[in-house]
């Protein structure tokens, strides 16, 4: 399958750039989002601020709903921004020109990498064993005897 193939079916599949974004922010989203409450939370501690529960059964703090507000205004802020915008939409675009190797291809060249690091890894325990014999009990030996 040639890399024109492969954009044609991922276009054939309804693929559009801007979904591959809005996911890509959605995942970032949720781990700035978890990253940010633990900031909050500890900036809470220190300067000594209440940080109670808004929800009980959720077990949501104060400093969970400022995180959440913090992420979806930066968010906006990206999405907003021309320059962040047009380089989120060229990288998706670009990303749905690649080919993925398949699962054989993946596998054979795994097995591949597997087998000459070995094969590496023989080797250089044989010249390090060499090396070692040279330099501690040959060396040693004939300089002796000099």
Known sequence: MSATDASQQANRAGMDPKRLVVIAYLGLG????????????QIAVRIG?????????LDW?????????????????????PRTKSVSLEVAGELMKVTWPS????????????????????????IDTL???????????????L
Do not use: Q
């Open 30 to 41: 949720l781990i700035v989002a978890v990253f940010f409450a633990n900031l909050f939370d």
């Open 49 to 57: 601020v209440g940080n109670g529960k808004v929800l009980e059964g």
């Open 61 to 81: 703090k104060y400093s969970h709903l400022v995180a959440l507000a913090a992420t979806i205004g930066l968010a906006a802020y990206l999405w907003t921004n």
């Open 103 to 126: 699962f054989e291809e993946t596998r054979v060249s795994t097995l591949a990498v597997v087998v000459a690091s070995l094969v590496a890894s023989v080797l250089l325990f044989g």
């Open 131 to 145: 090396c070692l014999k040279v330099m501690v009990d040959w060396l040693p030996m004939i300089w002796g005897k």
